[in-house]
Every structure is written in structure tokens, then in C-alpha cells.
């Protein structure tokens, strides 16, 4: 098992990125949550999970082992896979996330893309115990760096191709982008785009 990964980031999108370790470079899925950490740094330390099938074999990867720790104990939730658990992590931060399973909130777990009510009612019944018992345990802020202002196009397109990745139909969610876009106005950053445009899908 692959605990961390520490490099260079060569290449970022929303969904993945690929961390160099000396010409190596390891293909690792991400949450908007990590992307809006990692965004405007060149090395960073990536902590990972190995998530091993009969037919494949993925990386994710967390800017704070708090948000590791969250995921995994997602997935270990009958019915989370690991796309619904990052789904999670890319909806609403650690933070909010085991708020709302420690206050039992139902209605704000349901509206995550692939979790109906009976399925965020297990996780809750899962994990509320689990959770209530590492909430000391916080991590470490996440900095506001400065940011580059991208184009409006650019903005859109990596919106766009992380929302398909999400499993999201392109032809749906396109004039969704477009929309939120011009309410969010030119200052919108990728990552606020596909949250909002999260809560409107779901």
C-alpha cells in the first residue's frame, strides 16, 4: 500500500493529477477539495489510497490525511464506492462532510450525486461513532495562494471535463456551466464552478 506520494505536480485537472517522482509519474484521482489546495503549487506531498480490483488499479489522492481518513471510511460504507466517496469529498469539505454525519443531516448527504436517503441514512448509521471519535483529530488549514485568473473558456472546459468525469452527461450539463458562469461572473474559479453547478444537479 502506497501511504504518500511526494513531487513535482506535472499535471493537474479538477479530477486527477500526475506526481513526478524522479521522471516517474504516478496517475492519481483527486476530490475539488484537494484540486483547490494543490492548484497553484509545483511539489506537493499527496497522501493515497490504493484501491485494487479483480480489473484494475487506482490511486487517490488527499492534500490532508483528514480527508483520507473520511474517505475511507466511506467507502468502507455497504454501496460507497470509491467515484461516490470522492463525489463526497468534492461536494463539501472533511469538515462539513462529518458535521453532517455527526448532526445526523440526511437531507445535505442525499444530495450528493449517487447517495439516495437510505444509503446516506446507512452512512450515517455506519460512521457517526467512527467519526465522532476522530473529530479532535482536525487538519491542517488549507492556505489561500494566488491565484492566476484563467480564461473564461479555460475555466469552462476543465469544469466541463471534471463534471463528465464525475459521470455527469456532457450534453446536460453544458449549458448548466454556461449558466452558472455568467451568475458566478469572470472571477469564478474552476472549482467553485463545478460546486455550484454540483448543487444545482443535484
Not at 111 to 136: E, F
Not at 166 to 186: A, C, M, N, R, S
Request: with cysteine; aromatic share 6%.
Amino acid at each position: 500500500m502506497i501511504a504518500y506520494l511526494e513531487g513535482k505536480l506535472t499535471h493537474k485537472t479538477p479530477t486527477h493529477i500526475y506526481v513526478d517522482l524522479g521522471g516517474i509519474a504516478y496517475h492519481v484521482n483527486i476530490s475539488l477539495h484537494t484540486f483547490a489546495a494543490i492548484e497553484n503549487l509545483e511539489e506537493s506531498k499527496i497522501y493515497t489510497y490504493q484501491h485494487i480490483t479483480e480489473n484494475d488499479q487506482s490511486l487517490y489522492g488527499f492534500f490532508t490525511e483528514e480527508e483520507k481518513t473520511l474517505f475511507v471510511h466511506l467507502i468502507s460504507v455497504s454501496g460507497i464506492g470509491p467515484n461516490t466517496a470522492r463525489m463526497v469529498t468534492s461536494y463539501m469539505t472533511p469538515a462539513e462532510a462529518r458535521q453532517a454525519i455527526i448532526h445526523e443531516n440526511v437531507a445535505l448527504i442525499n444530495k450528493v450525486k449517487g447517495i439516495g436517503p437510505k444509503t446516506a441514512k446507512r452512512i450515517i448509521l455506519d460512521l457517526k461513532d467512527k467519526i465522532a471519535k476522530s473529530a479532535l483529530e482536525e487538519g491542517s488549514p488549507i492556505g489561500e495562494g494566488t491565484m492566476q485568473k484563467p480564461t473564461a473558456s479555460g475555466v469552462k472546459e476543465e469544469a466541463l471535463s471534471a463534471l463528465v468525469s464525475l459521470g455527469f452527461q456532457k450534453g446536460k450539463i453544458l449549458p448548466l456551466i454556461d449558466k452558472v458562469y455568467t451568475e458566478k461572473g469572470p472571477d469564478c474559479q474552476v472549482e467553485e464552478l463545478i460546486k455550484a453547478a454540483l448543487r444545482q444537479l443535484s
